[in-house]
Structures are given as C-alpha cells and as structure tokens.
T-cell receptor, first 112, second 110 residues
Framework: NAGVTQTPKFQVLKTGQSMTLQCAQDMNHNSMYWYRQDPGMGLRLIYYSASEGTTDKGEVPNGYNVSRLNKREFSLRLESAAPSQTSVYFC???????????FGPGTRLTVT | DQQVKQNSPSLSVQEGRISILNCDYTNSMFDYFLWYKKYPAEGPTFLISISSIKDKNEDGRFTVFLNKSAKHLSLHIVPSQPGDSAVYFCAASVSNNLFFGTGTRLTVIP
C-alpha cells in the first residue's frame, strides 16, 4: 500500500516548456487535489477533483490544467511554464471528509 | 490575502515540556480546523481536527483548542518529544477548499 505517489520528484524546465506531473493513489479515495507550496505562502489549492470525471478550480488555477484519468490518477499539466511556477507541488487524496487528506511526497519544480 | 495565519515561523521547546502552536483565521465560514505535520522531503500528514461547533479535541498527546470569538486555534503537545520536531501547518476548510497557514517549525531539544 503505497498511499499517494508522485512523479517526478524533481524537474527543471525552461520558460515556455510544457510538462505533466503525475499522481496516483491506491486508497480508493474519491477526491484528489493539487497544491503548490511557496516560501512564506503555505500550501495553496490549484485544482481538485471531488470524484472521477469532475474537476474544479481552487485558489490559484491560472496556468494549469488537470485531468482525472480514472479514480486512481490525477495529473497536473503546465502548458507553457513560467518562472512564477517554480514551486513544490503536492498531490493529495481524501475519502469523504475533505480535511483528512493524504499527501504525496511532492515534486520540486524549477522553471528557469 | 491569507485567511489562515501562523505568526510564529519557529518555536523551540525542551523535551518533556509543553509545545503550544498558534493560528489565527479571518473567515467566519470555516467549518473545520485542523493541523498537519510535515517532515523534510515528505508530504504533510494529518494530525488532528476540530469542528467549528466544538472548542476542544484531544488525541493522546495532542489537543486542539478553538476560540471562535477570537478566531484563534492552538495545538498543544504534551509532553513534547524530539520526534515531534517538524513543520506544523494549521488549516481550515470551507466549500470544498482547504486553506493553509504558512507553518511553524517546531524544534524539540533533547
């Protein structure tokens, strides 16, 4: 039982490049989330998926797209990376109660 | 504008003593409050929560207190142990959104 896994762990992109961050959970959770953590800002919600087939914007969705591929997987795509997207990205999942979320180990992304 | 604030970036406590971490919030619509703990290079882990209709919740060494009139919550850890050294995030939920504070780094000195 791996919980929530994220790939890659580290990534360096040049401005304008695109990439997809992958997230998978094996806990049969309905809801999944993407956050970013910046110094002095705490974690901020980018997008979430309350159930398979649905996605909704969070606090900071601009510059990102998401896909809930199936119940297990929720990916985050940067179409044209910008230096302002340099951050640590966390994926999370929850069963019923939104606040009891289980987090992955994070992806550290640097955009130069 | 931060809706959940942790004004102390760091806290050091002797092993065996009480650790008190504080958090303030601005949105009176928050319905659940919680604390997460984070070790380096790992994701946050859920620690304890409290509903907005309660004022105290206890789980072993961890107790969370909620003062709605002051829009303030705190986490008490008694007794503190070296393994408690981590970054603690306060968070609050409303309308399928979870808002996090900026975190407090707790160091428990053996």
């Amino acid at each position: 039982n791996a919980g929530v896994t994220q790939t890659p762990k580290f990534q360096v992109l040049k401005t304008g490049q695109s990439m997809t961050l992958q997230c998978a959970q094996d806990m049969n959770h309905n809801s999944m989330y993407w956050y970013r953590q910046d110094p002095g800002m705490g974690l901020r919600l980018i997008y979430y998926s309350a159930s398979e087939g649905t996605t909704d914007k969070g606090e900071v969705p601009n510059g990102y797209n998401v896909s809930r591929l199936n119940k297990r997987e929720f990916s985050l795509r940067l179409e044209s990376a910008a230096p302002s997207q340099t951050s640590v990205y966390f994926c999370a999942s929850s069963a019923i109660r939104i606040y009891e979320q289980y987090f992955g180990p994070g992806t550290r992304l640097t955009v130069t | 504008d931060q809706q959940v604030k942790q004004n102390s970036p760091s806290l050091s406590v002797q092993e065996g003593r009480i650790s008190i971490l504080n958090c303030d919030y601005t949105n009176s619509m928050f319905d659940y409050f919680l604390w997460y703990k984070k070790y380096p290079a790992e994701g946050p882990t859920f620690l304890i929560s409290i509903s907005s209709i309660k004022d105290k919740n206890e789980d072993g060494r961890f107790t969370v207190f909620l003062n709605k009139s002051a829009k303030h919550l705190s986490l008490h850890i008694v007794p503190s142990q070296p393994g408690d050294s981590a970054v603690y995030f306060c968070a609050a939920s409303v309308s399928n959104n979870l808002f996090f504070g900026t975190g407090t780094r707790l160091t428990v000195i053996p």
